[in-house]
């Protein structure tokens, strides 16, 4: 960890290894959407909107990864300080936004066709509303403050505080009576869906895992690029200053 | 072709799905690159004036 806490490093990793991820990603999602809408059955029961699961499922699962992932750096932030774990956070909430509003929207697309409905306020979908207005919110503290590190600060304390909602979705479906339906793969006897389903379905996982990656990676360089900005430009400022004042123009 | 199109009758759902995904997931990439572009163009700016970012 603390040999990746240098940006410069980073930098230079992070250079390193995205064009490698970009293209595997791109590989998966061919992949992935092939055997999804192509190469996969439709179910006995719901026909062809089963292939809404290949996306709505992997969103999801990575909606909540990516909250875990905000949560630990916002403790890393908090306790430890470490020098990255402001801008991964920074990184994070907006790809993990994105993501929430996708599956919340394919689930919708699923529901109507399945259930009869868009929507319903059960605690699987609501628990799952409430991690996209976490998002929302930590974005929203994060530029709420003049100083930086005080919405730093207490955007990390909001993502950390937001981390129960995590088994509360997780469980919910079997702490409640939902109709959102309970799981079918992460369960203590393994995987309920057929391997011809499971297949396009972990294709697909490992697309939007890719996808996550090279989203959140990105996103830090581009911070830290950004901060280099801001710090060439107080510089700049600060010369300025000087200079004005040697000349007698300051006081 | 049009069997795959039709998606069994449920075209309505499942290609408004797959859009919503790649639309979102492209919306990310292309406001990411976007931005990133513009920090280095900025910051090119700024080491080729010698730290000032006006001449």
């Known amino acids: 960890m603390h040999r990746f806490a240098n940006p410069g490093r980073f930098q230079r990793l992070a250079a390193r290894l995205l064009p490698w991820l970009k293209g595997l990603t791109a590989l998966a999602f061919l992949i992935g959407l092939y055997l999804a809408l192509w190469d996969s059955p439709p179910d006995y029961q719901q026909g062809a909107t089963v292939r809404i699961m290949y996306v709505h499922v992997p969103s999801a699962w990575m909606a ?3 909250y875990l992932l905000l949560g630990l750096a916002s403790a890393s932030a908090l306790i ?6 402001d801008v991964a956070a920074e990184a994070l909430s907006p790809v993990g936004a994105a993501l929430t509003s996708v599956a919340l929207a394919t689930g ?8 009869g409905t868009f929507w319903v306020w059960d605690a699987r979908l609501t628990s799952f509303l409430l991690l996209f207005f976490l998002y929302l919110g930590h974005m929203a503290l994060l530029g709420a403050f003049d100083d930086r590190q005080r919405g730093q600060r ?12 995590l088994p509360v979705i997780k469980f919910s479906v079997d702490w409640w009576n939902t109709l959102h339906q309970p799981a ?3 369960r203590l006897d393994g995987p309920s869906i057929d391997p011809s389903m499971l297949w396009p379905l972990f294709v697909m996982a490992a697309a939007f895992h890719l996808f996550l990656a090279v989203a959140v990676l990105e996103r830090m360089r581009t911070l830290l690029l950004e901060a280099r900005l801001r710090a060439q430009r107080q510089a700049g400022f600060d010369r300025l200053q000087m200079a004005d004042q040697g000349a007698g123009r300051g006081r | 072709m049009n069997e795959f199109l039709a998606m069994g009758g449920y075209a309505l759902y499942v290609w408004p799905a797959y859009s919503v995904a790649l639309v979102v997931l492209a919306g990310v990439w292309a406001t990411g690159e976007r931005r990133r572009k513009r920090v280095e163009q900025q910051l090119a700016a700024l080491e080729n004036n010698g730290g000032a970012d006006r001449p």
């Open chain 1, 154 to 165: 207490s955007a990390a304390v909001l993502a950390l505080v937001g981390l129960v909602n």
């Open chain 1, 64 to 66: 909540l990864f990516a």
């Open chain 1, 108 to 115: 919708a697309l699923w529901g109507k066709p399945m259930w």
């Open chain 1, 184 to 186: 079918s793969i992460t």
């Open chain 1, 80 to 85: 430890w300080r470490h020098p990255l774990a």
